[in-house]
Nanobody, 115 residues
Framework: QVQPVESGGGLVPPGGSLRLSCKAS????????MSWYRKVPGKQREVVAT???????GYRDSVKGRFTIFRDNAINTLFLQMDSLKPEDTAAYYC?????????WGQGTQVTVSS
């Protein structure tokens, strides 16, 4: 198995935007549900957004209206557009199927929202 490769993180001020990308192998990407997760040290990893192969999306309440999950099946890539970022969005972000596959966690990409 090849782990997904996440990218696009960085340091942004509150109110800023970032677009995360996740390049996954075909076997993972073919899962019906793909999700973005985030992890803060000392806390449980949490689901941020989930997208079905058919295009149905779901979001945790704290990011609704600010984040958009979408995918490009032709290039096996999952995206997360993050707007109106808040300091509480600071975390390492990962993609995986939903539910997650234990051996398919990538390195993640760090998002830091700070002035």
């Amino acid at each position: 198995q090849v782990q997904p490769v996440e990218s696009g993180g960085g340091l942004v001020p509150p109110g800023g935007s970032l677009r995360l990308s996740c390049k996954a192998s075909g076997s993972v990407f073919s899962s019906n549900l793909m999700s973005w997760y985030r992890k803060v040290p000392g806390k449980q990893r949490e689901v941020v957004a989930t997208l079905s192969e058919g295009g149905t999306a779901g979001y945790r309440d704290s990011v609704k209206g600010r984040f958009t999950i979408f995918r490009d099946n032709a290039i096996n890539t999952l995206f997360l557009q993050m707007d109106s970022l808040k300091p509480e969005d600071t975390a390492a972000y990962y993609c995986n199927s939903f539910p997650p596959l234990a051996d398919m966690w990538g390195q993640g990409t760090q998002v830091t929202v700070s002035s």
